[in-house]
């Protein structure tokens, strides 16, 4: 049957996307409930009581697909891996603490929040040793941001392009609210000395990770979360206390802190040095690349989500940069030949991930969906030869090139590179 296409005069750019206040104008509703009858289609009531209450409130089960997957650590370890946000099947600019992305260096240590104390020392007057309890009666700031591992999207650095999903490819990044405080607070109550320049700071796991951060930031936004969404940090995100960085790499945003020493130098930790560090194709590493650029994923359609033949789809998806606001997202059908303006969803928030979504009237034919990216200190993501031009054999941490799903007749969609 050929598809009878009334949305033309709706266009905005080539391959069918349609014009940012087509689903505003409620043309989008009517299409899928057009031909039912509303009598008809009305659920029946329950006709026995329903369920008890729980004291843990789970997810329908009609949702159960919706787990951190795929999680993959290494060999022979309990938990060094990561484990990933289901990107395809969510909605929103928050990430449900349950699928929290999570990278684990050497698993979940197991902290009681009575015996934990966070020491700040080196370079002040007095040095200090915090406990959960005199944390929680500081000064508190709630942030609303990303957290995104520099190796997310590492996959899309391979010569060709690897199957996969959303949340295997691009699942390394998860919003939060985090509340904390603020790390200058804590700074000011131990007197930080002249010389100061750095803080170092130490996770209690097993894996010790430990980062240099220079002291602008630490003054700045850095804080010492201790809530996540509205409950203590989950296990896996640091309980009982994090560093948390804005837009900076997640790397450095240290779990389970137990020490930050104030330095007049980098400690050169194995963690900034034998990794989370840059290689050029000069042969020269770049250190301490903290913040992460504009980025954007279009989340549905994506692989595993496929199309149910011809019709008017909502293209949908985030976008988030380490640079401040979201500004502007445009989404192409034609493989990148033509951009459209996406609508970006909600008030964009700096350093917080941004919703969008753009109509697209689908023929039926093959068609290749990007999003591109802008932010408020005016950079763009860039395409995928663009993010990968300049670095070394084996670079794959902050890549950020814009992603490609080709759409089959079928309406399957796979990850190809344009
Ligand atoms: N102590 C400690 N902190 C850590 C890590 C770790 O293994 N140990 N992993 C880091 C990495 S690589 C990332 S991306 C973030 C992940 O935070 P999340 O697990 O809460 O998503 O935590 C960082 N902080
Ligand atoms: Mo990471």
Redesign the pocket.
Known sequence: MAYHDDTVGERQAGNGILSRRFFLRGVGASIATASVGVAAARSESMMAPGGPMTDDGSPSPFEAHVVRSPISSAAGTTGAGVSRTPLQHLTGLITPSRL???????GIPAIDPGQHRLAVHGLVSRPSAFSVESLDRYPMVSRIQF?E?SGNSGACTAPNPVPGTAASLHG?V?TSEWIGVPLAVLLDEVGIDDAARWVVAE?A?A?V?SRSIPLDKALDDAIVALYQNGERLRP???YPMRLFLPGWE??A????LRSLDVTDRPAMTKDETSKYTDLRDDGLAEQFTFPMGVKSLITSPSPGLSLEGPGVYAVSGIAWSGAGRITRVEVSADGGRSWGEAELIGEALPLCSTPFRVAWSWDGGEATLLSRAYDESGAVQPSRSAALAGRGPGSFYHYNGIQAWRIDAAGEASNVYV
């Not at 945003?253 to 389970?256: R, T």
């Open positions: 929290h992305f999570e990278r684990h260096h050497s957290l591992c390394l998860s996770g796991d894996a990770m896996g995100n640091g997640g790397n945003s240290v779990k389970w």
